[in-house]
């Protein structure tokens, strides 16, 4: 397994769509393991195949305290959508930034398994709120797009001046 590179907003390729998978292979299982394992060291509990810049409809998500519950989701789909809460939501895509955003209550959700098998379920409480942030970065769209355009930018523009500061400083002069 490996760890792969969360890419971080503003970073353009967060807003690709996600494409159907259609085959289930080794290199999916593969593609969801190495996923599971950066979003355990991360940390987080959920992670999409779009943050590590594959395109696949994929993500994994594990909301128990353990971390021994994974749940890998093909294709996912949400069927329905009941009530509504707001709850605080980060990202690990948007580092260090938490946010209340208003999302369904319960679901019920339609996705395949990593053999291609169909399965569909309900989820409420957080798996709900987790299982809907994460099909939201399979079309391209991130948590903050639930915010006002000036939070955003303001976000936008704290993230980019870290990156700055994390740079390293240029050794010598350029010739």
């Known amino acids: 397994m490996a760890i792969l590179n969360i890419l971080h907003f503003p970073d353009p390729r967060l807003r690709n769509k996600a494409q159907v998978v259609k085959s289930f292979d080794d290199n999916l299982r593969k593609l969801a393991a190495d996923m599971l394992e950066t979003m355990y060291q991360a940390p987080g509990v959920g992670l999409a195949s ?3 810049n594959d395109l696949r409809r994929l993500v994994v998500i594990d909301v128990s305290e353990s971390h021994d519950d994974p749940l890998c989701l093909v294709n996912p789909e949400i069927l ?3 009530g509504e809460h707001k ?3 980060g990202c690990l895509s948007v580092p260090g930034v938490y946010e209340p955003v208003t999302r369904a209550t319960d679901i019920k959700v339609r ?8 399965i569909e379920f309900e989820a409420d409480d957080l798996l709900a709120v987790c299982i809907q942030h994460e099909l939201d970065h399979l079309d391209g769209k991130l948590f903050i797009d639930n915010l006002s355009n000036l939070k955003r930018q303001r976000i936008r523009k704290k993230l980019e001046k870290e990156e700055r500061q994390a740079q390293p ?3 010598g002069q350029a010739l």
């Open 50 to 52: 779009t943050q590590v």
């Open 169 to 171: 400083e240029p050794i």
């Open 87 to 89: 709850m605080e939501e």
């Open 80 to 82: 329905e959508k009941h």
């Open 111 to 118: 996705a395949q398994n990593l053999e291609g098998e169909t």
